[in-house]
C-alpha cells in the first residue's frame, strides 16, 4: 500500500514552503540521499512567512504546560536533532518567573511541567544578573533552548544545498504538478486541501536596550498577559506570547500595551528601551492545535504546528522520513488516506 512512498535513491521529492517545517524535510531527505528540490513562494527575505515571525524557543518542558503530551515528546526528540545538526545552538536554558501576586499560577506552572529545579533569590541573579532582586524565586529549566528564526532559518537553506538540496525561491508550484513525492508545507495556504486549518495571530515586539542582559528566555507568569521576553543579541530582545483567534496581520494597541507593561514588569529598565520593530505572524492550526501529517498516496501533507513551530518541525522530519524508508508510522500525529 505504502511502496509508492518509498522513493527510489534517483527519484525527485519536493518539498512545498520554505519556512521551518518544510526546511527541515527537505533537510533530512537530502541528507539521506534523495533528490530534494524545495519551493518558496516568495523571495528569500521570507517576510511574509510564519517562521518571520517566530519566537524560535526550544522548550518542550514548559509548554507542557498548556500542550498535549504529545507535543512535548515530539519537542524532546527536536532537541537531539537541533543539537546533531546546528551545534552552535543555545541551549542555555528557559527561566520562569512571577510577582508575588501571581503566586498561585506561578505554582500550577510548577505542578504541570517537569525538567526544572527551583531557584531562590540568589540563584535567580545568579544566573541572570540583570534580574537581582527583582524576583524571590523562579523556576529553571536548564535542558531548554532558543533560535532567532531569522538567522536560522538561512542556515537551514545552506544546510540543504550543502547536502545536495535545491532551494528555489519565487516558485510558486501546485503539487499535482510535481513529479515524485511532494511534501505540502504550506501552512495557511493549504487551506484548499485542509479546510479546518485556521489562523492564530501571534503579536511581537522587538526592542533594543543596552541596560539589561539575558542569556536565556525569560517568561512571566500572569494570569492576562503571560510574557516570554527572549534576548536576540546585541542588546535586541522579542517580547511575545499573544494567541489571538484573529487572522488580520496587524498589532493591535491592547497587545501592545500589554506587552510593553509585561516587560516593565520584567525589569523596569524596559521602559527606555527603544521599540525597533512590531510584528506578527498567523500561526496554522486545526481544531485540537495539534500537528498532523496527512499521507495520500505519493503526497504527504505537514500542517498544524500552531506556535510550536521551531520546537517541532525537526521531529516531524524525521517522522515523515522515516515512513519514507521504512513505512514506520506514528499514530499520534500521521494519517493516512
Not at 49 to 69: F, R
Not at 294 to 322: C, V, W
Amino acid at each position: 500500500m505504502y511502496q509508492t512512498l518509498r522513493p527510489r535513491g534517483d527519484s525527485p521529492v519536493s518539498i512545498i514552503g520554505a519556512g521551518v517545517a518544510g526546511a527541515w524535510q527537505a533537510l533530512l531527505f537530502a541528507q539521506a540521499g534523495h533528490a530534494v528540490t524545495l519551493h518558496e513562494r516568495s523571495d528569500a527575505a521570507m517576510t511574509d512567512a510564519t517562521s518571520h515571525w517566530a519566537g524560535g524557543m526550544l522548550a518542550p518542558w514548559c509548554e507542557a504546560e498548556a500542550s498535549e503530551p504529545v507535543i512535548s515528546r515530539l519537542g524532546i526528540r527536536s532537541l537531539a536533532l537541533w543539537r546533531e545538526h546546528f551545534p552552535q545552538t543555545p541551549f542555555n536554558g528557559s527561566l520562569v518567573v512571577a510577582h508575588p501576586r501571581d503566586r498561585a499560577d506561578f505554582e500550577r506552572f510548577a505542578r504541570l511541567t517537569t525538567g526544572h529545579r527551583r531557584l531562590d533569590a540568589e540563584g535567580v541573579s545568579d544566573l541572570e544578573p540583570s534580574l537581582e532582586g527583582r524576583f524571590r524565586d523562579a523556576l529553571f529549566y536548564p535542558d531548554e533552548g532558543h533560535v532567532e528564526p531569522r538567522r536560522v532559518l538561512p542556515q537551514l537553506h545552506a544546510a540543504i544545498a550543502k547536502a545536495g538540496g535545491t532551494v528555489t525561491f519565487n516558485s510558486d508550484v501546485a503539487a499535482d504538478d510535481l513529479d515524485g513525492l511532494v511534501i505540502d508545507c504550506r501552512g495557511l495556504a493549504a487551506r484548499d486541501r485542509a479546510p479546518s486549518l485556521r489562523g492564530v495571530k501571534g503579536e511581537m515586539i522587538v526592542i533594543e536596550t543596552a541596560e539589561v542582559e539575558l542569556s536565556r528566555p525569560v517568561r512571566l507568569i500572569h494570569p492576562r498577559w503571560p510574557l516570554y521576553v527572549i534576548p536576540r543579541g546585541d542588546g535586541r530582545f522579542m517580547l511575545g506570547a499573544t494567541s489571538i483567534e484573529a487572522e488580520d496581520r496587524g498589532v493591535s494597541v491592547r497587545s501592545a500595551l500589554e506587552l510593553l507593561g509585561a516587560a516593565y514588569a520584567v525589569h523596569p529598565a524596559f521602559a527606555e528601551a527603544r521599540i525597533v520593530e512590531f510584528g506578527s505572524g498567523l500561526r496554522p492550526a486545526f481544531p485540537d492545535n495539534l500537528p498532523k501529517i496527512a499521507i495520500d498516496k505519493d503526497q504527504i501533507s505537514i500542517n498544524g504546528l500552531y506556535r510550536h513551530g521551531f520546537l517541532l518541525a525537526p521531529a516531524l522530519a524525521e517522522l515523515t522520513l522515516s515512513f519514507v524508508a521504512r513505512g514506520e508510522i506514528d499514530n499520534e500525529v500521521m494519517q493516512c488516506a
